[in-house]
């Protein structure tokens, strides 16, 4: 290993109508296996601001650094140009190719018949309904885990999916995916394409669309792998 001071570093991006705490049983596994973490606030307002965003948390951040997206947070990740990042780790994430948008690849597919229906509103955010964090969202959470996601969840702007991105570090760096077979937001045909598109590590789980969550386990081996990969060059 690497001296400590270059050791990798793991920042984590949240996707839409999540924060930060989304990803706290995965920050406590993976300070539990010696790695610091450090999950990035993103605005998503634009996808231009939540890159900028990332951005500013990477320049924090020395030495080598695996970074992990969630859901739409995977079109953030990909479109970084940080040098630091060494692998990306997708968790049931949205990965576009350039020239794609994000909602391109998100209707890739038929949704599940319990996918919510999603508008902006007058703001041009858009709201999950509070009743599909329990269908769609997070169903293998508990009441406890679903009460707290739903009151901490952050509208997106319809902005952000509308965009085609750039060329993604997927093509240049070595990523891993975590496809969820029982995603009800993103159908799994539709991850499984984008996870074999990009010639990513797949590992496949009969999860929800938020294991970060509900099998955090699982997400914190798939981000690990990536860790060892980086570490041993």
């Known amino acids: 290993m690497?001296?400590?001071q270059n050791d990798v570093s793991v920042v984590l991006a949240h996707g839409a109508w999540a924060d930060g705490?989304?990803?706290?049983k995965v920050v406590g596994?993976?300070?539990a296996a010696g790695v610091k973490v450090i999950a990035a606030p993103l605005p998503l307002t634009s996808l231009a601001d939540d890159v900028a965003a990332l951005d500013r948390t990477l320049e924090r951040v020395a030495g080598p650094v695996v970074l992990a997206g969630h859901a739409y947070a995977g079109a953030v990740i990909g479109s970084t140009r940080s040098a630091?990042?060494?692998a990306l780790a997708y968790i049931a994430a949205?990965?576009?190719?350039?020239?794609?948008t994000v909602a391109e690849v998100f209707y890739r597919n038929t949704p599940h018949p319990q996918a919510p229906q999603l508008a902006p509103d007058?703001?041009?955010?858009?709201?999950l309904p509070d009743s599909a964090f329990a269908t769609a969202f997070a169903q293998h959470?508990?009441?406890?885990?679903?009460?707290?996601?739903?009151?901490?969840q952050r509208p997106i702007a319809a902005a952000c999916i509308g965009v085609p991105v750039g060329r993604q570090l997927w093509q240049d760096v070595p990523s891993w995916y975590l496809v969820a077979q029982e995603d009800r937001m993103i159908v799994e045909q539709t991850q499984a394409f984008m996870a074999q598109r990009m010639q990513a590590q797949i590992s496949t789980h009969a999860v929800d669309h938020t294991p970060l969550v509900t099998a955090?386990?699982?997400v914190a081996q798939l981000i690990l792998e990536a860790v060892g990969h980086v570490r041993n060059g």
């Open 2 to 4: 690497s001296s400590h």
């Open 122 to 127: 007058a703001h041009g955010l858009i709201w």
């Open 21 to 24: 705490s989304s990803w706290s």
């Open 94 to 100: 949205l990965a576009p190719a350039e020239g794609e």
């Open 216 to 218: 955090p386990d699982l």
């Open 141 to 152: 959470a508990t009441a406890e885990e679903l009460a707290v996601l739903a009151a901490a």
């Open 29 to 31: 596994r993976l300070k």
């Open 84 to 86: 630091n990042v060494k």
